[in-house]
C-alpha cells in the first residue's frame, strides 16, 4: 500500500496518467505536474486535494469514495 506520494512527483515531465486508486493515502498535497491529464485517486480516505489542481492541465479526475470536505475549483 502506498501511503504518500514523494516531492519528486510533481516535478514528473512526461506523466500524462497516474492511478493510486485504493491506497491509503489520506493526503495528497503535492503538486500535481503539469503534464498530468488523467488522475485517478478513487477510495484513497483523501480529505483534500492538491492546491494547483484548478491550475493544472488535469482532463479527467475521479474521487469517488474519497472524504473530500472542498472542492471549491468546480
Partial sequence: NIKNIP????HAKALSNFNISMNPLEQFTIPVPMSLKKLFVSYCKLQN???????????????????????GFI
Avoid: A, R, T
Fill in 49 to 71: 486535494l492538491p492546491s494547483n489542481i484548478s491550475n493544472s492541465n488535469i482532463e479527467e479526475l475521479v474521487i469517488s469514495g474519497n472524504q473530500i470536505q472542498n472542492i
Fill in 7 to 10: 516531492p519528486e512527483f510533481s
